[in-house]
């Protein structure tokens, strides 16, 4: 990753709230800003080639958005994003799938502070800052798309979760890092790799609440795919933050693709790497019926969505996201 690394910088005390960084802007190397103009040419290019292979809210939203030619400030973002009702603040890369649904049932979006590396501009093992702007943001300018995410946190929120979740989130943030570190021992990848392995087939037998709805967000938000297998539209922010991954989907034709529904639950994804299969849902309303369908099944269905408080103390952690 292309930023100065400050593990000390978490702030706050709260529940969650520890997963909180100041974004630093001034100490973005000039390395991050071209790797961000490099993409922004991408992405644009990637645009006028595949277009009409996206879902017409996605373009709309990147004009909304006015992105600069430079790694924009949070408070840039948030500006853009006011009419949406929604806001964005830093976070340390990964964060536990319980703490990300609390954020996005208040409207708030978590965005990695970090910038990929320049060989990784195409395609890059671990969330950053290039893969929450270009692939996330630009959907909440749609107000069907902002209100499924809204209420699948809510949903989300209310989730049973078991040992496995921690281990699964501890493991998946820890071989990210190593993957997209050039510097990282081999050995040492594949051990993890190896540790990965044991810890999904575990998951596959005693699977929670908590990783099945991570595994329909991913499916339907981060690989999200509309319409029919040989007519599809493009959301997911996956693809629209990785040119490669997206060629590989609409360019070489050889990925399996397979109606959205409940069955979702049962499939793993991997971030690390392409992936070969993905799921086609109808529309928004198909993805709505979907977690309404999956939320008649959990322990804590009838339950209210707890207050997190996160609402509360986002404006403080702007004004830390704007100091240098």
Not at 5 to 18: C, F, I, K, N, P
Not at 54 to 64: D, F, L, N, V
Request: glycine fraction near 6%; include cysteine; aromatic fraction near 10%.
């Amino acid at each position: 990753m292309v930023f100065p690394q400050d593990e000390s910088e978490a702030l706050m005390g709260a529940s969650g709230s520890g997963h909180f960084v100041a974004q630093r802007h001034s100490a973005y190397p000039p390395e991050a800003h071209e790797v961000w103009r490099a993409v922004q040419a991408r992405n644009s290019a990637l645009i006028a080639e595949y277009g009409h292979k996206m879902h017409p809210a996605y373009i709309k939203g990147m004009r909304e958005l006015q992105l600069p030619s430079c790694v924009p400030r949070i408070e840039q973002l948030n500006q853009q994003l006011q009419r949406t009702g929604w806001r964005t603040v830093c976070v340390d890369g990964y964060i536990p799938s319980e703490v990300y649904a609390r954020l996005i049932s208040e409207c708030i979006f978590p965005i990695s502070r970090m910038v990929r590396r320049p060989e990784h501009i195409d395609f890059a093992p671990d969330p950053d800052l290039i893969h929450d702007v270009f692939g996330h943001l630009p959907m909440l300018f749609s107000p069907e798309y902002r209100a499924y995410l809204k209420r699948f946190g809510e949903v989300m929120s209310r989730a049973e979760s078991n040992a496995y979740d921690v281990l699964y989130f501890s493991t998946v943030r820890r071989l990210a890092a190593l993957e997209s570190d050039p510097s990282s021992p081999a050995s040492e990848i594949e051990k993890l790799r190896a540790r990965m392995l044991e810890i999904l087939q575990a998951m596959a037998v005693d699977g929670s609440e908590l990783t099945h709805l991570r595994r329909l967000y991913v499916w339907s938000i981060e690989f999200g795919i509309m319409g029919a297998a040989g007519d599809f539209a493009i959301h997911g922010a996956a693809f629209l933050s990785a040119p490669a991954e997206f060629r590989a989907l609409c360019a070489a034709g050889d990925a399996c693709l397979e109606p959205y529904g409940l069955s979702s639950i049962d499939n793993e994804n991997a971030f690390t790497e392409l992936l070969h299969r993905y799921f086609v849902a109808r529309d928004f309303e198909h993805l709505d019926e979907v977690l309404s369908a999956y939320e008649r099944r959990m322990c804590r269905a009838a339950s209210p969505t707890r207050p997190s408080g996160f609402r509360e103390i986002v404006p403080t952690l702007e004004g830390c996201a704007a100091s240098t």
